[in-house]
T-cell receptor, first 112, second 113 residues
Framework: DAKTTQPPSMDCAEGRAANLPCNHSTISGNEYVYWYRQIHSQGPQYIIHGLKNNETNEMASLIITEDRKSSTLILPHATLRDTAVYYCIVRVLGTNAGKSTFGDGTTLTVKP | ETGVTQSPTHLIKTRGQQVTLRCSSQSGHNTVSWYQQALGQGPQFIFQYYREEENGRGNFPPRFSGLQFPNYSSELNVNALELDDSALYLC????????????FGQGTRLTVV
């Protein structure tokens, strides 16, 4: 699996959009970008994934650059409950979802 | 909440002892993975079980071992505990092939003193 690079921490004001970047410059053509988050003292929770097109679900939006070397997870209206560690992972779709390689992630703090 | 349950939630052991952690997978999921998460770090893959057989292993020594039972629940055993084994141990259940995502339990916090 390709390696990812994320900033260690970010702050965001409540109600504003949180934009979390991820660099994955060595991503392969068949690797997808996945995002998880881990709220304090809980297990990681799947958020969203994508290959090359932008994706949106009820939790977030994922923007992947045209060269696929980086992506941004967007939480459109951050709330205090979005305070968590966010992990960006790349993995071949179809490989076992249980075998993921996590980095150290980005700690997002949403402030009132 | 996911349907993955882990027990116990917290545990304190002495260096050199052995420990067994347990995980019940989400209904319909036949694959269980175990992760170790040290404080301030991301989860590290220990191993995975599929159909009661080990199906991949991370960079962990043999004193980390596991079992999977016919009902797909699983155990993680750690022998000869070391202080560095203190961590949050996470269990994740999934279907093989990765079409659906893995669902994680709340974890077991192990402290070795």
């Amino acid at each position: 699996d390709a390696k990812t690079t994320q900033p260690p921490s970010m702050d965001c004001a409540e109600g504003r959009a949180a934009n979390l970047p991820c660099n994955h410059s060595t991503i392969s053509g068949n690797e997808y970008v996945y995002w998880y988050r881990q709220i304090h003292s809980q297990g990681p929770q799947y958020i969203i994934h994508g290959l090359k097109n932008n994706e949106t679900n009820e939790m977030a939006s994922l923007i992947i650059t045209e060269d696929r070397k980086s992506s941004t997870l967007i939480l459109p209206h951050a709330t205090l409950r979005d305070t968590a560690v966010y992990y960006c992972i790349v993995r071949v779709l179809g490989t076992n979802a249980g075998k993921s390689t996590f980095g150290d992630g980005t700690t997002l703090t949403v402030k009132p | 909440e996911t349907g993955v349950t882990q027990s116990p939630t917290h545990l304190i052991k002495t260096r050199g002892q052995q420990v067994t952690l347990r995980c019940s997978s989400q209904s319909g999921h036949n694959t269980v993975s175990w992760y170790q998460q040290a404080l301030g770090q991301g989860p590290q893959f220990i191993f995975q079980y599929y159909r009661e057989e080990e199906n991949g292993r991370g960079n962990f020594p043999p004193r980390f071992s596991g079992l999977q039972f016919p009902n797909y629940s699983s155990e993680l055993n750690v022998n000869a505990l070391e202080l560095d084994d203190s961590a949050l141990y996470l269990c994740a259940s999934s279907q093989p092939g990765g079409v659906t995502e893995a669902f994680f339990g709340q974890g077991t916090r192990l402290t070795v003193v």
